[in-house]
């Protein structure tokens, strides 16, 4: 199993540039989210998703958006870049296993947006 | 305010010293209770985790909750130098959302 895996590793945009952030898992989670890390604030949840077919919002949502057409995988996309959006993101899936469930990590993309 | 408060250090030990890394929460909504672990330039990994109040320990790690001060903590016995990295505590409100709220952050170095 390759676990969770995010492409690219790093990334370098310009002001008003577009993207997406590759993130696909091998392990059959249902549940996928994406989270951002800036320097003393810990991880933040931008959005989630409980299925294929079923997004939600998380805490820190604006400027960016997701689908999810297959289980396996789950895009993240900057609609316009803004330097408030450089960030470290990682891709999170998991499953449900007694009263809670187990959050597998990748391993993150450096973005940085000029 | 911040719903997790947690130190961001650093914390420097030498090597076999027992480690103490702490947690305060606001919300009394939270439900589960969980550390993980995350070396430089990568993922977080799970530690540990808890639902209730307590100590449970898994080999050198012992995680402690006392849901009525809103406290967690993380103690880990004969700190190791591979112990080096940054701790984060995370918390669940809502099962059904599953979303983590994470602390900051503690950047734990061990000294050999």
């Known amino acids: 199993n390759a676990g969770v895996t995010q492409t690219p590793k790093f990334q370098v945009l310009k002001t008003g540039q577009s993207m997406t952030l590759q993130c696909a898992q091998d392990m059959n989670h249902e549940y996928m989210s994406w989270y951002r890390q800036d320097p003393g604030m810990g991880l933040r949840l931008i959005h989630y998703?409980?299925?294929?077919?079923?997004?939600d919002q998380g805490e820190v949502p604006n400027g960016y958006n997701v689908s999810r057409s297959t289980t396996e995988d789950f895009p993240l996309r900057l609609l316009s870049a803004a330097p408030s959006q450089t960030s470290v993101y990682f891709c999170?899936?998991?499953?449900?296993?007694?009263?809670?469930?187990?959050?597998?990590f990748g391993p993150g993309t450096r973005l940085t947006v000029l | 305010q911040k719903e997790v408060e947690q130190d961001p250090g650093p914390l420097s030990v030498p090597e076999g010293a027992i480690v103490s890394l702490n947690c305060t929460y606001s919300n009394s909504a939270f439900q589960y209770f969980m550390w993980y672990r995350q070396y430089s330039r990568k993922g977080p990994e799970l530690l540990m985790y808890?639902?209730?109040?307590g100590n449970k320990e898994d080999g050198r790690f012992t995680a402690q909750v006392d849901k009525s001060s809103k406290y967690i903590s993380l103690f880990i016995r004969d700190s190791q130098p591979s112990d080096s990295a940054t701790y984060l505590c995370?918390?669940?409100?809502?099962?059904?959302?599953?979303?983590?709220?994470f602390g900051s952050g503690t950047r734990l170095q061990v000294q050999p």
């Open positions: 995370a918390l669940i409100r809502d099962t059904g959302r599953r979303a983590l709220t």
């Open positions: 998703s409980v299925g294929a077919g079923i997004t």
């Open positions: 808890t639902y209730s109040s």
């Open positions: 999170a899936s998991s499953y449900r296993q007694g009263l809670t469930d187990t959050q597998y």
